[in-house]
């Protein structure tokens, strides 16, 4: 029977551990933690992200950027600390006032230009106009999937998007569907402004040399992945792409690994693929590899 696995609850009324659910986002957030050292990279996650997207042609002169689910707000204050002569203006959008209490803390120093939504990430469409660029970052895993479904006896909203879309099902074994990021890339794609967004895939990609991270990852359709007091589930990017394709939106996306840059150097293949960790710096790397491998990233424009 399906089943939707839902989090708001947990994000509406608990207090979310970023920390024990291993972000990217987390992992990377100054120069100085322990991701940023073990491979180098001298800036935090928001500042890499804001070159990826300068290269990508939407963050520009003049930007007004929206982030919804922006967690302690690491993202943010990178990116701001390299790119905020390029940004006019910040909504940050958050289902959690816990959370929210944190980015407006951790965001004080552009308070002057900063506005704090309290909001389902489905209501934020009603709350926001003008916007350039909005970033979903690590947070579409937490949208509603309906679970455990016969794809010869599918629930009606699932059988309507399916066939809608043209999205691919298997031909008999029960499926996770997304059916929370496929409806909101479906609004999101109405609207003309570029959306960055990033999540575990069901279904990855990986950089040129290094496909030896296809190693042993399970691929196909939307698995559980059980945190502390909830679960998320990986996303079925084909089907996102479809659907934003569908509203004659323009489409890339890649390997996460994109973002930090990092590329095929050999220690990293020797110590992913013979599992060596007999230091702390290669406990790190192969730990992160494992992790940010089933990742992608997905731009609408």
């Not at 024990?20 to 990279?41: G, H, M, Q, R, W």
């Not at 996770?176 to 496929?182: S, T």
């Not at 992913?272 to 997905?298: A, V």
Request: glycine share 6%; net charge negative; charged share 25%.
């Amino acid at each position: 029977m399906t089943e939707i696995n839902s989090t708001y609850d947990y994000h509406k009324s608990g207090k979310p551990d970023l920390i024990n659910e291993y972000t990217i986002c987390e992992s990377f957030a100054s120069e100085k933690s322990p991701c940023s050292l073990a491979f180098d990279v001298k800036k935090p996650y928001g500042a890499l992200l804001g070159d990826f997207l300068i290269r990508l042609g939407v963050l520009n002169p003049d930007s007004i950027i929206a982030e919804a689910g922006g967690g302690y707000g690491s993202l943010m204050i990178g990116m701001l600390q390299e790119h905020d002569h390029l940004i006019d203006r910040i909504i940050m959008f958050d289902l959690s006032f816990y959370l929210l209490k944190i980015q407006r803390n951790s965001l004080r120093k552009w308070q002057a230009k900063t506005d704090f939504i309290q909001a389902d990430i489905h209501e934020l469409f009603a709350s926001i106009s003008g916007i350039n660029l909005l970033i979903l970052n690590e947070v579409i895993g937490d949208m509603n999937v309906a679970c455990n479904n016969d794809p010869g006896n599918m629930k009606k909203e699932v059988n309507d998007l399916v066939r809608k879309y043209n999205l691919e099902i298997p031909e008999y074994e029960f499926f996770n569907f997304n059916i929370g990021a496929v409806r909101l890339v479906e609004e999101i794609s109405r609207h003309n402004y570029s959306v960055f967004l990033s999540e575990h895939s069901s279904d990855p990609v990986f950089p040129e040399g290094m496909e030896y991270l296809d190693r042993g990852l399970e691929q196909g359709f939307p698995r559980e992945i059980k945190l502390h007091k909830h679960s998320e589930f990986t996303i079925r990017f084909s089907h996102l792409v479809k659907v934003a394709q569908s509203f004659g939106r323009e489409v890339i996306t890649g390997p996460l690994i994109d973002v930090p840059g990092f590329r095929n150097i050999d220690s990293m293949r020797f110590i992913f693929l013979n599992r060596i960790c007999g230091t702390d710096k290669q406990e790190i790397i192969f730990e992160l590899l494992d992790h940010i491998r089933e990742y992608r990233w997905m731009l609408i424009k």
